[in-house]
């Protein structure tokens, strides 16, 4: 999945967060507009991190793969030890 759609995927769920708290609080969706944004925002700032964290994940799984598959090729080139 690409940043940018990691991003806008967080943020219009941060929008839903907030629609749903007001909703709960019957208060005007409407009313402070400010308040989305940090939603939104805040949301947002958490999906930039979902994927640079999986993007991490993902070349440390790798790397660690790799040391699996030398530490067998080792194992079988050398029964002995």
Known sequence: MSLLANIVGFSLFGLAARVGQLG???RNILENPLGHAIA???FGFAGYWA????QRAAVLIQQKRAEIA???AQA??????
């Open 51 to 54: 994927y640079h964290w999986d």
């Open 76 to 81: 079988e080139a050398n029964p002995s030890a």
């Open 24 to 26: 709960i609080q019957k």
């Open 40 to 42: 939104m925002g805040a």
């Open 70 to 72: 030398e530490r067998r």
